[in-house]
Nanobody
Framework: QVQLVESGGGLVQTGGSLRLSCAASGRTFSTYAMGWFRQAPGKERDFVAAISQGGGSTDYADSVKGRFTISRDNAKNTVYLQMNSLKPEDTAVYYC???????????????????WGQGTDLTVSS
């Protein structure tokens, strides 16, 4: 089992940058594929980015491609989401999620993931 704690959210202006972090408990972090999702008020939780166990595979939602970068440091049990060129439509609660999976596989669906953090708020002002 793994526990996830997100941090790094806040208020930023349009065009700004922010980095979210997700710290995981436990000694088996490297066995988990990780993902970032977001949920705006009144909307469903949507896929943002994902990374495989070893970090060799990544993928992004079309809406964030070229602006967001997911990475992980298995030595620090942490996954990151670097967000650049932020837009008001990026405003949401951001969640990280973990799943034990295949080494190079990344996962896209909410239902794929077994563990979730509590979320961190991002507000992008126009």
């Amino acid at each position: 089992q793994v526990q996830l704690v997100e941090s790094g959210g806040g208020l930023v202006q349009t065009g700004g940058s922010l980095r979210l972090s997700c710290a995981a408990s436990g000694r088996t972090f490297s066995t988990y594929a990780m993902g970032w999702f977001r949920q705006a008020p009144g909307k469903e939780r949507d896929f943002v980015a994902a990374i495989s166990q070893g970090g060799g595979s990544t993928d992004y939602a079309d809406s964030v491609k070229g602006r967001f970068t997911i990475s992980r440091d298995n030595a620090k049990n942490t996954v990151y989401l670097q967000m650049n060129s932020l837009k008001p439509e990026d405003t949401a609660v951001y969640y990280c999620a973990a799943k034990i999976g295949q080494y190079y596989t990344i996962y896209y669906r909410v239902l794929d993931y077994n563990y979730w953090g509590q979320g961190t708020d991002l507000t992008v002002s126009s």
